[in-house]
């Protein structure tokens, strides 16, 4: 299988890169948040995420907007979606993206079968 490469730069190369070179190469979304500075609460993130990656511990946020870097791939995060906590593996495509993008917070729609007694207009039929 063919190595994913960003720009054509390695995963491996890519997280050997600090925020500000990575932002020269990323979208303009993650540009501005380098440019502006994560929030504290991103920076705080990002310090839990280095040490439980390094204890292996499964990884539980609230944070939807936080954009995936380099060094998150391979790990398992647990985002939640509004109502749980949905695991997310973390793919070499996925970086430059926001963990929010791959943690639903709707289900898919099924409907009930059409015909008879599918609403409640549907069960009454006029007598001649």
Known sequence: ME????RGKTIDELSKLSNEELAKIANADFRRVVKRGFSPEEKIFLANMKKKAAKSKAIRTHMREMFI????VGLTIQVHNGKEFVPIEIKPSMVFHRLGEFALTTKQVKHGSPGMKATRSSGF???K
Do not use: H, M
Request: net charge neutral; glycine share 0%; proline share 18%.
């Open 3 to 6: 190595e994913y490469k960003f």
């Open 125 to 127: 039929v006029p007598i």
């Open 69 to 72: 870097l380099p060094q998150f």
